[in-house]
C-alpha cells in the first residue's frame, strides 16, 4: 500500500512525500477500506504547516477526510464494497487504510466526488448556520470567503431554509462566482464594507461568518444588527483578528469561534448520525454540492498540493489514491 506522510512541518508540497508500507493486519472489529477519494482542504495544509489545533506525532499521515469502499472486515460491521466515509482523521491520503469498524459511515452509492468532501466542508457550514443564531426565514447573513468550498455551502444551506446571503470576497472577479452560487448581494471587502452592506440591504445581517481574520473581521462585525453574533472559523489572512470595540461595547455584539473538532468531540453519536444525515440526502439530491478543479493520483501528489495553494481554481482538488 502506498500513504502520504511528513517528517516535519512546513510546506506542504516540500514536506510531504509517498512511501510504501505493509498492509495492516485486521484485528477484531476493524476493516480496512480501500480510499478513492480525498480531497485536499486547507485544514490540511495548515495541520502539516505545524499551525493546526492538533499536532501529530511524527512521522504524520495526511488527510483529514475522503470516501472508500469496505474490502476486507474481522467480525460484524458492513458488507464488502459498502461505501463508507472517512472517519478518525489524519491518514486519508493513502491507497488504503485499517480503521475501527464502527466509525465508518456507510453512504448510498453516488457521486463519489461530492461525497467524498461531505465530512468536513458541509459539516462546517451546516454547524456555522445553526448553532449560533436561530436564523429565522427572511434573515439576512454575512459572510468572508465567500467563493471558499464552506462558502458555497454555507451560501446553499441558508437558500434552502430562506436566508439571505451577503457575501463578501476580495477581488472584483469573484463576484460572478458567489451570485452564481446563490447570494443575494455580493460586496467586494473594503473600508466602506458597512456602508455599502447598509445601502443595499434592506435590513442588517444577525450573523457574520469569517474565515479571513485580519481587519476582514473587524468590517464584517461592524455590518451586524444590534445583538448580532460574528463566527470565526479560519485566518487566511494569517494575521489576528480585528475586533472593534465599539461594535462589541454598544451594538452588543458576540464574537465565538468555531472548530469541527470540538463538535466532534461534544456531539453525541445521534447527533452527528443526524447531521451527516441530513447532509448525504442533500448530495444525493443535488441541492448541495462543490465544483472540482482537478483529480490528481496520490503519486501526483506534491503537484496536487502545489496547484491546491496557488490560488485562481474553480473549485476544490481531489486525491484519487486508487486511480481516476
Excluded at 478543479?293 to 489514491?321: E, Y
Aim: glycine share 10%.
Amino acid at each position: 500500500m502506498k500513504k502520504a506522510i511528513y517528517r516535519q512541518h512546513g510546506n506542504a508540497a516540500e514536506v510531504i512525500e509517498i512511501i510504501d508500507a505493509e498492509p495492516q493486519a485486521l484485528e477484531p472489529g476493524q476493516s480496512r477500506v480501500k480510499i478513492l477519494r480525498s480531497p485536499i482542504n486547507p485544514s490540511d495544509i495548515v495541520q502539516i504547516a505545524g499551525q493546526y489545533g492538533i499536532q501529530p506525532d511524527m512521522p504524520a499521515a495526511a488527510g483529514m477526510e475522503g470516501i472508500g469502499e469496505v474490502v476486507e472486515v474481522n467480525g460484524d460491521g458492513h458488507e464488502i464494497g459498502t461505501l463508507v466515509l472517512l472517519a478518525d482523521p489524519p491518514g486519508a491520503w493513502a491507497s488504503e487504510r485499517v480503521f475501527p469498524t464502527e466509525v465508518l459511515v456507510p453512504v448510498p452509492r453516488a457521486d463519489i466526488d461530492q461525497l467524498a468532501m461531505l465530512t468536513v466542508n458541509p459539516a462546517t457550514a451546516y454547524l456555522l448556520l445553526t448553532e449560533y443564531v436561530d436564523l429565522k426565514e427572511g434573515d439576512w447573513i454575512i459572510q468572508s470567503a465567500a467563493n471558499s468550498a464552506v462558502g458555497r455551502y454555507v451560501t446553499q444551506l441558508a437558500k434552502s431554509r430562506g436566508i439571505n446571503v451577503a457575501s463578501v470576497v476580495r477581488r472584483e472577479t469573484a463576484i460572478p462566482d458567489v451570485k452564481d452560487a446563490g447570494c443575494d448581494a455580493a460586496f467586494v471587502d473594503g473600508p466602506d464594507l458597512a456602508e455599502r452592506v447598509e445601502a443595499e440591504l434592506d435590513k442588517a445581517p444577525v450573523l457574520a461568518i469569517d474565515a479571513v481574520a485580519g481587519d476582514a473581521f473587524g468590517r464584517l462585525i461592524a455590518t451586524l444588527a444590534h445583538g448580532g453574533t460574528a463566527v470565526s472559523y479560519g485566518g487566511m489572512s494569517g494575521e489576528p483578528l480585528i475586533i472593534p470595540d465599539g461594535n462589541i461595547i454598544f451594538n452588543n455584539v458576540s464574537v465565538r469561534g468555531f472548530w469541527l473538532v470540538n463538535w466532534f468531540t461534544n456531539a453525541g453519536p445521534d447527533e452527528i448520525k443526524r447531521v451527516y444525515g441530513e447532509l448525504t440526502e442533500l448530495v444525493l439530491s443535488g441541492q448541495l454540492n462543490a465544483p472540482i478543479d482537478k483529480i490528481f493520483t496520490l503519486d501526483q501528489i506534491t503537484d496536487a498540493l502545489a496547484h491546491t495553494v496557488a490560488g485562481g481554481r474553480s473549485g476544490k482538488v481531489l486525491l484519487a489514491p486508487n486511480g481516476i
